[in-house]
T-cell receptor, first 110, second 115 residues
Framework: QKEVEQDPGPLSVPEGAIVSLNCTYS??????FMWYRQYSRKGPELLMY????GNKEDGRFTAQVDKSSKYISLFIRDSQPSDSATYLC??????????FGKGTRLSVIA | GAVVSQHPSWVICKSGTSVKIECRSL??????MFWYRQFPKQSLMLMAT?????????EQGVEKDKFLINHASLTLSTLTVTSAHPEDSSFYIC???????????FGPGTRLTVL
């Protein structure tokens, strides 16, 4: 079983839709959970960073962590064409190599 | 969020030459830096982890004599690709970890093309 499982997509949604991206992980010792967005030919950009369980909201983005289910989610509200990118979940702590999901390719169609 | 820069963003070199890529944390002190390579439409592949003032730890299969990593200060790490060959052509990305962020921030990446 891989440490982090993420559906690679591709996922295509119309502009304005709510997008749900998910990852599951196997190691219950993980405490730090991150979502990165990567545009083509660019480095990953940190979107959300959560410690332990719970929700965190930043503008149109909401990250959820359910440690009991080993399940993390990223929700994007009112999706825009500029949100089209690959989204990577990652699990830490950050001072050690992160464990990444394979990334989900998202296309938001205008 | 914190800012990490890379230089150059794009480099073309001849086979057999060496290329140095710089990674800088601009607004925080990076105690640990990581180097990745990424092929088109593939996942990030960790090459090595470097802690400031220490030798880098390389992932299995990564030639440490070919990919020289130096992390001499809390704001700068360098990756030198020695005697580059066409198969070394790739997208190289660094990330940096440091307090108080407790997470990793990535640089914009360097595209290396070896002719």
């Amino acid at each position: 079983q891989k440490e982090v499982e993420q559906d690679p997509g591709p996922l295509s949604v119309p502009e304005g839709a709510i997008v749900s991206l998910n990852c599951t992980y196997s190691n219950s010792a993980f405490q730090y959970f991150m979502w990165y967005r990567q545009y083509s030919r660019k480095g990953p950009e940190l979107l959300m960073y959560t410690y332990s369980s719970g929700n965190k909201e930043d503008g149109r983005f909401t990250a959820q962590v359910d440690k009991s289910s080993k399940y993390i989610s990223l929700f994007i509200r009112d999706s825009q064409p500029s949100d089209s990118a690959t989204y990577l979940c990652a699990i830490g702590p950050g001072n050690t190599p992160l464990v990444f999901g394979k990334g989900t390719r998202l296309s938001v169609i205008a | 969020g914190a800012v990490v820069s890379q230089h150059p963003s794009w480099v073309i070199c001849k086979s057999g030459t060496s290329v140095k890529i710089e990674c800088r944390s601009l607004d925080f002190q990076a105690t640990t830096m990581f180097w990745y390579r990424q092929f088109p439409k593939q996942s990030l592949m960790l090459m090595a982890t470097s802690n400031e003032g220490s030798k880098a730890t390389y992932e299995q299969g990564v030639e440490k004599d070919k990919f020289l990593i130096n992390h001499a200060s809390l704001t700068l790490s360098t990756l030198t690709v020695t005697s580059a060959h066409p198969e070394d052509s790739s997208f190289y990305i660094c990330s940096a970890y440091g307090t108080p962020s407790n997470t990793q921030y990535f640089g914009p990446g360097t595209r290396l093309t070896v002719l």
